[in-house]
Structure formats: C-alpha cells, structure tokens
T-cell receptor, first 115, second 114 residues
Framework: NAGVTQTPKFQVLKTGQSMTLQCAQD?????MSWYRQDPGMGLRLIHY???????DQGEVPNGYNVSRSTTEDFPLRLLSAAPSQTSVYFC??????????????FGPGTRLTVT | AQSVAQPEDQVNVAEGNPLTVKCTYS??????LFWYVQYPNRGLQFLLK????DNLVKGSYGFEAEFNKSQTSFHLKKPSALVSDSALYFC????????????WGLGTSLAVNP
C-alpha cells in the first residue's frame, strides 16, 4: 500500500493565483482531512470528509474548498492565494468503525509559499 | 472547553536515559488519546493510542504511554532514549472517537544528546 500520497511536495504561488493540492489514499478509509501546520500553532484542521460526497468545515476553512467524489481522493483548492496561506499542508485519513474514527495516517506534506 | 496541553516546548535527554513527554487533557466524556511523532520535513506518524482497557499502552519504536484518569494525563515514555528519537511529538485527544472534535497539542521537541 502507498498509504496517503500528496502532490506536489513544494509549490510557489503568486498572490491571487489558484491551485489544487492533491491527496489520495489506498486504504479504503472513510475519514479524510486537511491540516495546515504553522510554527507555534500546531496543526489546524481546514476541512474534513466522513465519506464520498460529504465534506465539512474545520477550524480554518476560509480561502479553501474541498470535494470528495471518491473514497480515495480528497483535493484541496486554494481559490485566490494569499501570503497568509504560506504553510505546510498535510492530508490525513482514518478508518471508521461504528461511527467512531481512530488514528490518522498522514501524507508527506506540501510546502506552499505564496509571494 | 476541551483542550490538550503539552507543557514543555522542548525536552532534552541523554542517550540511554529514560524519557518522558507530558500531555494533559480536558475533555468531557470518554477520551480517545493519541501520540504522533514528526521527523524533520516529514508527515506525522502514529505512535500509539488509548481507547479503553489497560492504562498502559505500548506502541511503535519502544514507546509507551500511561493513561491516568484522575490526573487527566497521557504521558509518553521510553525506558532508554536513542538519538534517532529526536523529533517533534504531538498529543491529540477526541471525544469518544469523534475526529471532527480532535484536539491537538502544540507539540514537544525532543532532543536526545549522544
């Protein structure tokens, strides 16, 4: 199993540009999530999904969109990049049992710089 | 309010000595507790979890953690530290398996000195 994969690994954007960060998992996990990691702020949840066709906002959703058309894929779209979105982005997935979710498996991350 | 605290930003320990990375939490109901490790420029890796049962849980790479309900703590321990254990460690807690309410600590940087 490849686990959770993310592309690209690095990206530089100009303010106002848009882009999509890709995330895929091959573990048939129902739960998937996107986090951003900033120094001194730990991990902050951007959006999450509990299954195909179901998404919801996390702690810091503004400026980001998600969709979940398949169990495997959970792309994150930056609509109009801003310097405040410079961060490291992690995708994660988790299995569910009887409505409960457990440990998460993380991708390697995307380091995004917005100039 | 639900919260997680990792009271030490950094922990330094000599190789071969025991290590402890502290975590305390506040959550209503049954906590699900997790420890993750992040090596430089890598994603987080799951180490261990407490859901129910024995208070002492064992995980990857020789780590273990003890759930203490009365002290609302879940400290990470290892009997003998390795230089390769140097990394950033995160504690996380949710309420009864609800990852929509997963709360993360800010992380503790562990440095193991040769």
């Amino acid at each position: 199993n490849a686990g959770v994969t993310q592309t690209p690994k690095f990206q530089v954007l100009k303010t106002g540009q848009s882009m999509t960060l890709q995330c895929a998992q091959d573990m048939n996990h129902e739960y998937m999530s996107w986090y951003r990691q900033d120094p001194g702020m730990g991990l902050r949840l951007i959006h999450y999904s509990v299954g195909a066709g179901i998404t919801d906002q996390g702690e810091v959703p503004n400026g980001y969109n998600v969709s979940r058309s398949t169990t495997e894929d959970f792309p994150l779209r930056l609509l109009s990049a801003a310097p405040s979105q410079t961060s490291v982005y992690f995708c994660a997935s988790s299995y569910s049992r009887q409505g409960k979710t457990y440990e998460q498996y993380f991708g390697p991350g995307t380091r995004l710089t917005v100039t | 309010a639900q919260s997680v605290a990792q009271p030490e930003d950094q922990v330094n320990v000599a190789e071969g000595n025991p290590l402890t990375v502290k975590c305390t939490y506040s959550v209503s109901g049954n906590p699900y507790l997790f420890w993750y490790v992040q090596y430089p420029n890598r994603g987080l890796q799951f180490l261990l979890k407490y859901i129910t049962g024995d208070n002492l849980v064992k995980g990857s790479y020789g780590f273990e953690a003890e759930f203490n309900k009365s002290q609302t703590s879940f400290h990470l321990k290892k009997p003998s530290a390795l230089v390769s254990d140097s990394a950033l460690y995160f504690c996380a807690v949710n309420w009864a398996g609800n990852n929509r309410k997963l709360i993360w600590g800010l992380g503790t940087s562990l440095a193991v000195n040769p």
